[in-house]
């Protein structure tokens, strides 16, 4: 059903509202892609009600999903935890504010909520289906007053895992991606503010 997605994202069909977009990336490179694989390994070999006992997952969730020729509807119980070793999973139809431990220009998310606070600023991601299609759009807010970077990975329903690539997000402002296709999961890691740079537009 979905052989034509690993070709759709090779063609950078992510569309993004930002414009002036640097070539070269002033940061390291960061393996984000390696990073996901270990938490779906993880996941695999672990006890999702085991893993529940030390960290927060999600309650009565509901995931539904529109498809090409169908729709996937699941209510669970109890399922994987948003954030997880410094990675956050974000699912169809949830918004989160992300409550972040800052060093330097690095941030690392700590917890979940479900609005905003004026006195500590939180990291606004939002995932949903466009319409009544299929498409998926994101959106990333940016409390801070330096531009926000961060790595997107995607995985598809045979769980490959696909990165993506994203403009920063300038200070105090939102930025959307969108994708063709429906994503049953993001992962976002690497989360950086640059200081001095405009902006820049990579995985």
Same mark, same amino acid.
């Given at each position: 059903?979905?052989?034509?997605?690993?070709?759709? *994202?090779?063609?950078?069909? =992510?569309?993004?509202?930002?414009?002036?977009?640097?070539?070269?990336?002033?940061?390291?490179?960061?393996?984000?892609?390696?990073?996901?694989?270990? *938490?779906?390994?993880?996941? $695999?070999?672990?006890?999702?009600?085991?893993?529940?006992?030390?960290?927060?997952?999600?309650? $009565?969730?509901?995931?539904?999903?529109? *498809?090409?020729?169908?729709? *996937?509807?699941?209510?669970?119980?109890?399922?994987?935890?948003?954030?997880?070793?410094?990675?956050?999973?974000?699912?169809?139809?949830?918004?989160?504010?992300?409550?972040?431990?800052?060093?330097?220009? &690095?941030?690392?998310?700590?917890?979940?909520?479900?609005?905003?606070?004026?006195?500590?600023?939180?990291?606004?991601?939002?995932?949903?289906?466009?319409?009544?299609?299929?498409?998926?759009?994101?959106?990333?807010?940016?409390?801070?007053?330096?531009?926000?970077?961060?790595?997107?990975?995607?995985?598809?329903?045979?769980?490959?895992? &696909?990165?993506?690539?994203?403009?920063?997000?300038?200070?105090?402002? =939102?930025? &959307?991606?969108?994708?063709?296709?429906?994503?049953?999961?993001?992962?976002?890691?690497?989360?950086?503010?640059?200081?001095? =740079?405009?902006? =820049?537009?990579?995985?």
């Amino acid at each position: 059903m979905f052989q034509t997605f690993r070709h759709f *994202l090779s063609l950078s069909c =992510v569309i993004l509202f930002l414009v002036g977009c640097a070539s070269t990336p002033p940061y390291e490179h960061f393996d984000g892609v390696s990073k996901v694989e270990r *938490l779906l390994t993880y996941r $695999d070999n672990n006890a999702l009600e085991e893993v529940c006992w030390d960290l927060v997952c999600r309650e $009565d969730f509901e995931l539904y999903l529109k *498809l090409p020729e169908d729709e *996937l509807d699941i209510e669970l119980p109890l399922f994987w935890p948003a954030i997880h070793d410094g990675t956050v999973s974000l699912m169809p139809g949830e918004t989160y504010y992300l409550a972040m431990e800052r060093e330097g220009n &690095f941030l690392t998310p700590i917890s979940v909520h479900a609005d905003d606070d004026a006195d500590a600023p939180r990291v606004r991601l939002s995932m949903r289906q466009i319409g009544d299609g299929v498409a998926t759009m994101v959106s990333i807010q940016n409390p801070y007053e330096y531009p926000l970077k961060l790595h997107a990975h995607v995985i598809d329903f045979e769980s490959q895992i &696909f990165p993506i690539s994203t403009c920063s997000v300038a200070p105090d402002s =939102v930025t &959307f991606s969108s994708l063709a296709h429906p994503i049953p999961e993001y992962f976002f890691t690497h989360f950086r503010l640059l200081p001095g =740079v405009r902006s =820049v537009c990579d995985y």
